[in-house]
């Protein structure tokens, strides 16, 4: 027979739950937001291996063991409150959207690498190379900007064949 106290009463108190839930949440936020943005544009096998390495990692931390359903909603819910929290922060205060979400970063500009930006995201001219042959650039010189995006995604804009290509360096460009 089923103990229908130990399913829905909670054995770990509310507040310790939420203070876990939310610690692990924004620490694993920080994290991610700092470390692996460009992987962020793509998921791949190596991708969910670390997503569920993480999320194995963060579990005790975040649960204290509980045993309870209850105890796993509420987890749950203050794991997606927080997210739901920080995209409404970000949406309202956009000096708070600069932290929360990354800015899009200028790796070419009129047709040259932006060395100093692509180590920042470590980049390789090789990485960049092949995200362009991804979307049918073969010629870096046709390239008049690329940014890497706060998804991880890389745009691309290109000169058109009547426009000059822009010699030297521009001021003020990092």
């Given at each position: 027979?089923?103990?229908?106290?130990?399913?829905?009463?909670?054995?770990?108190?509310?507040?310790?739950?939420?203070?876990?839930?939310?610690?692990?949440?924004?620490?694993?936020?920080?994290?991610?937001r700092?470390?692996?943005?460009?992987e962020?544009?793509?998921t791949g096998?190596?991708?969910?291996?670390?997503?569920?390495?993480?999320?194995?990692?963060?579990?005790?931390?975040?649960?204290?063991?509980?045993?309870?359903?209850?105890?796993?909603?509420?987890?749950?819910?203050?794991?997606?409150?927080?997210?739901?929290?920080?995209d409404?922060?970000?949406?309202?205060?956009?000096?708070?959207?600069?932290?929360?979400?990354?800015?899009?970063?200028?790796?070419?500009r009129?047709?040259?690498?932006l060395h100093?930006?692509?180590?920042?995201?470590?980049?390789?001219d090789?990485?960049?190379?092949?995200?362009?042959?991804?979307?049918?650039i073969?010629?870096?010189?046709?390239?008049r900007?690329?940014?890497?995006?706060?998804?991880?995604?890389?745009?691309?804009?290109?000169?058109t064949?009547?426009?000059?290509?822009?010699?030297?360096?521009?001021?003020?460009?990092?």
């Open positions: 027979m089923a103990d229908w106290g130990q399913l829905f009463v909670p054995s770990t108190p509310l507040l310790e739950t939420i203070v876990r839930g939310s610690v692990m949440y924004l620490t694993l936020f920080g994290l991610l700092v470390i692996l943005k460009r962020s544009g793509t096998v190596t991708d969910l291996l670390v997503i569920v390495l993480l999320a194995d990692a963060a579990q005790n931390g975040m649960s204290g063991n509980y045993t309870s359903i209850t105890d796993g909603v509420l987890l749950v819910s203050v794991i997606i409150g927080w997210s739901y929290l920080l409404a922060v970000a949406y309202r205060w956009p000096a708070a959207a600069r932290l929360i979400r990354p800015g899009s970063l200028v790796l070419v009129d047709g040259r690498m100093r930006n692509m180590r920042r995201e470590l980049i390789t090789e990485e960049l190379r092949q995200q362009l042959r991804e979307q049918g073969d010629d870096i010189g046709k390239v900007e690329a940014r890497m995006e706060s998804d991880g995604q890389l745009s691309v804009t290109t000169r064949t009547d426009e000059p290509r822009q010699q030297g360096r521009r001021r003020g460009v990092h």
